[in-house]
């Protein structure tokens, strides 16, 4: 049996690891949601071609990779907006839309932002790690399905301390998905309401996304409005997210199943 948990804010990360620290995360497989924006952002940047991505909660930690691996590319934002830090503009800022093939293909991106980042890193010692987003979610699905895994922990990034409207949508969409298999599935009660609330919106995604905070200081935004729908988009990406260690470096992201654009 496939065991479902979700966890609907950010906070709920650390709880967990605190409670279970004995064992931490090593026998659980963990899927990170920041649909808007950051796993999207990732899960494109890797479909166009970028070799890895290391996220990095803090822009000094990001500076720190800069200067000992002048060829890397920065990217990430603040509060939605490109970063300005230790006298540079990064080179890109936290909208998929940036992350295009010319720019990215055969590069490595070192990514900080405001809670995704931080949601990869808080789970880097569990058994497996997988960005997830829309844009995957079908290649997610049938990776953790076909692996037989047996402990699932969907964490929504949220926005600041706060649940995210659009992560626990995904982690829903996620959920249906991996109930409608052959494996027999148990979902929490938070992840049945991730279920509950997406069947619920499913049927016109965007327009109950756009109700979100997130979504709508983006719409707010002429430059970065496109990005809701973009975000939203299901399954045009056929690859999984899978954070792993590099040696010296840390934690990256990196694509199996689809050869790069």
Not at 60 to 75: D, F, Y
Not at 181 to 201: F, P, R
Request: aromatic share 6%; with cysteine; charged share 25%.
């Amino acid at each position: 049996m496939m065991k479902i948990e979700v966890i609907l804010k950010p906070v709920e990360l650390h709880e967990i690891r605190t409670l279970n620290l004995s064992a931490g995360l090593r026998e659980t497989v963990c899927v990170v949601f920041d649909v808007l924006r950051a796993t999207s952002t990732f899960v494109t940047a890797l479909h166009n071609g970028a070799k890895e991505i290391f996220p990095n909660p803090a822009e000094s930690l990001a500076e720190h990779h800069k200067e000992n691996r002048p060829e890397v590319l920065l990217g990430g934002e603040r509060n939605g907006v490109k970063i300005h830090a230790f006298g540079r503009d990064y080179d890109f800022g936290n909208s998929p839309r940036e992350y295009a093939p010319e720019k990215v293909k055969g590069k490595t991106i070192v990514s900080t932002t405001t809670n995704g980042t931080g949601a990869l890193l808080g789970c880097s010692n569990a058994k497996v790690v997988l960005a997830g987003s829309f844009l995957n979610l079908r290649a997610t699905a049938k990776y953790l399905s076909e692996n037989n895994f047996k402990n699932i922990l969907l964490i929504c990034a949220g926005t600041g301390k706060n649940a995210a409207l659009e992560d626990a949508l995904a982690a829903g969409a996620l959920c249906e998905m991996l109930s409608d298999g052959k494996t027999e599935v148990a979902l929490s009660d938070a992840a049945q309401i991730a279920l509950a609330a997406y069947q619920y919106a499913k049927g016109d995604l965007y327009a109950t996304v756009c109700k979100s905070e997130n979504a709508k200081r983006l719409l707010a935004n002429p430059d970065l409005r496109e990005d809701v729908l973009f975000c939203l988009q299901r399954d045009v990406f056929d690859l999984v997210a899978v954070l792993k260690n590099v040696p010296s470096w840390g934690p990256a992201l990196s694509a199996r199943g689809e050869a790069p654009a």
